[in-house]
């Protein structure tokens, strides 16, 4: 179903389902020989969530290999494995953000969008830590009580703040107790490409008026597309999955993302007062040791994007 100006999902349907995707991805390349990330909580809290394709993916039932096939049949060429090694590469690269962001002395940390997100269970925080988690209330709910009843418990001052980002979140985070005065540490992972190319901006915009000197923000950056590629975005998208769609897939991503003319991240940062650094998603596979994106896939445009006031 196509995406509505006042949409909601939980975390089985809609864009809420595409964080479950996620965590299935994390949690089969936390299994991967040689892996880089470690997310115990990925797969119980995909199992949790209850859609059928994603468990049996995270639990190992269902292999990248059964969904990707060898390629002899023109089957994309982004398949599972590939999706996997680029969610692992992203949770890497979001983690030491917030492990260079601390070591700095950043004390206040702000995760946008969190999904099932564990980051507040799994990483290790100084002992002063505050960190926040903005969700949906419906994601908030189950994140929260799932990985209660796994007995699971978090590592830092973990504040949950249950709230549209298309509404008065700024107002949400003060009530929760952020201090707009300290520096922090902000993550937008995965989230821009789910907002229109004006509500890219206003969040960016939100979270420049409340970082004071010394804050950091990393996020992923997506490529504009012209009007006239739109068509040809949106059948890419499809026939990257379609092979899937045997095995019980049913996400359409071409429905989900708003495509357009976009504001690039790191410009648009410069010019509210951030130093800007930015990787392109095959320079941050290569760093890792994954094999990089071929050119003409849309993924290898992506941007990892750090900036600091």
Not at 102 to 108: L, S
Not at 147 to 168: E, K, S
Not at 239 to 262: C, P
Request: charged share 25%; net charge negative.
């Amino acid at each position: 179903m196509a995406r509505t100006e006042n949409d909601t999902w939980d975390l089985a349907n809609s864009v809420g389902a595409t964080a479950t995707m996620v965590a299935a991805a994390r949690a089969v390349a936390s299994k991967s020989d040689g892996a880089m990330i470690d997310d115990p909580f990925a797969e119980p809290l995909v199992r949790a969530v209850g859609v059928d394709f994603f468990t049996r993916l995270a639990s190992g039932e269902l292999t990248p290999a059964d969904l990707d096939g060898d390629g002899s049949n023109g089957e994309s060429p982004v398949g599972m494995a590939r999706f996997a090694d680029g969610m692992a590469a992203r949770t890497r690269f979001f983690d030491d953000f917030f492990s260079d962001a601390t070591a700095t002395g950043i004390r206040q940390a702000v995760i946008l969008a969190s999904g099932l997100d564990a980051r507040g269970y799994r990483l290790p925080w100084p002992q002063d830590m505050v960190l926040f988690e903005i969700d949906q209330p419906d994601v908030i709910t189950f994140k929260t009580t799932t990985l209660a009843g796994l007995g699971a418990h978090p590592n830092t001052d973990l504040r949950t703040v249950a709230v549209d980002l298309r509404h008065d979140w700024p107002a949400a985070l003060a009530d929760a107790g952020f201090d707009a005065t300290r520096p922090t540490a902000w993550i937008a992972e995965g989230l821009l490409g789910y907002l229109p190319p004006d509500a890219q901006d206003r969040l960016l915009d939100q979270i420049s008026e409340l970082s004071p000197a010394g804050s950091r923000l990393a996020a992923e950056g997506v490529p504009t597309h012209q009007v006239s590629d739109h068509e040809e975005v949106r059948q890419r998208m499809q026939d990257s999955t379609e092979r899937w769609r045997s095995h019980g897939f049913d996400i359409d991503f071409s429905e989900l993302v708003f495509l357009g003319d976009r504001a690039e991240v790191v410009d648009y940062l410069a010019g509210h007062g951030w130093a800007v650094g930015a990787v392109k998603a095959n320079e941050l596979l290569t760093r890792y040791g994954l094999t990089p994106l071929e050119d003409n896939d849309g993924f290898a445009d992506v941007v990892y994007v750090t900036a600091t006031r």
